[in-house]
């Protein structure tokens, strides 16, 4: 879960959570706030709740790979959609285009 608020003092700063079928925890992602996973097992359910209808043309994403962030997903060669592969670094996201 990485802050993308423009302004916040934790401004691109992330957290890690391992989540497990048995310990049943849920996650909770804020607004102005990315969030990614990377499933550690043969298969994995994710089940998304929303705090608005769904609009696919406000959807927006940031490559896992980001050298700004930093983030160890422990992943040599991670399996992607095409979409997912083409998005932009954190770091070559114009500032205008991340929520206040």
């Known amino acids: 879960v990485v802050d993308c608020r423009r302004g916040s003092s ?6 890690g959570i391992e989540l497990s079928a ?4 849920e996650l909770f992602v804020p607004e102005g706030f990315a969030h990614g996973f990377h499933v550690l097992s043969e ?3 994710v089940v998304y709740q929303c705090s608005d209808y ?3 043309g406000d959807e ?4 896992w790979a980001s050298k700004r962030l930093g ?3 422990a992943v040599k060669t991670p399996v992607l959609s095409g979409k997912d592969a083409a998005l932009p670094m954190f770091e070559d996201v ?7």
């Open 10 to 15: 934790a401004f691109g700063q992330w957290i």
């Open 43 to 45: 298969t994995a359910s």
């Open 94 to 100: 114009a500032e205008s285009d991340l929520p206040a």
């Open 22 to 25: 048995e310990g049943g925890e």
């Open 60 to 63: 927006y994403g940031l490559n």
């Open 71 to 73: 983030i160890d997903w």
């Open 54 to 56: 769904y609009h696919p």
